[in-house]
């Protein structure tokens, strides 16, 4: 069965940090993609982050994110990891880790999902 179960996620103040992990069970070592995702109130999900688990250097980010979020991978714990600096109240959502096989930021190419992690920012 496949799972995958985020954590990390809490209120907390502009200018802050927050540190969200993705344990993935039950998956093949083909499906060696792991992506973030986030959706707020009343909007899309929307890409965040994506990395590959057989290479360090395939990580790509959406541009609103770049320079203060960072995907890691600790792979003998099956976890991925987003670091989230500087927060600010736009990146109040719900974030999501998905897994697959191809290296895509197109959310419909996956078919694995987490229930999500809550981030809130207070101002």
């Known amino acids: 069965q496949v799972q995958l179960v985020e954590s990390g996620g809490g209120l907390v103040q502009t200018g802050g940090s927050l540190r969200l992990s993705c344990v993935v069970s039950g998956l093949t070592a083909e499906s060696s993609v792991r992506a973030w995702f986030r959706q707020a109130p009343g909007k899309e999900r929307e890409f965040v982050a994506i990395?590959?688990?057989?290479?360090?250097?395939?990580?790509t980010y959406a541009d609103s994110v770049k320079d203060r979020f960072t995907l890691s991978r600790d792979n003998p714990k099956n976890t991925v990891y987003l670091q989230m600096n500087r927060l600010d109240p736009e990146h109040t959502a719900l974030y999501y880790c998905t897994a697959g096989a191809k290296y895509s930021i197109l959310k419909r190419l996956y078919n694995h999902w987490g229930q999500g992690t809550q981030v809130t920012l207070s101002s």
């Open positions: 990395g590959s688990l057989v290479n360090s250097e395939w990580t």
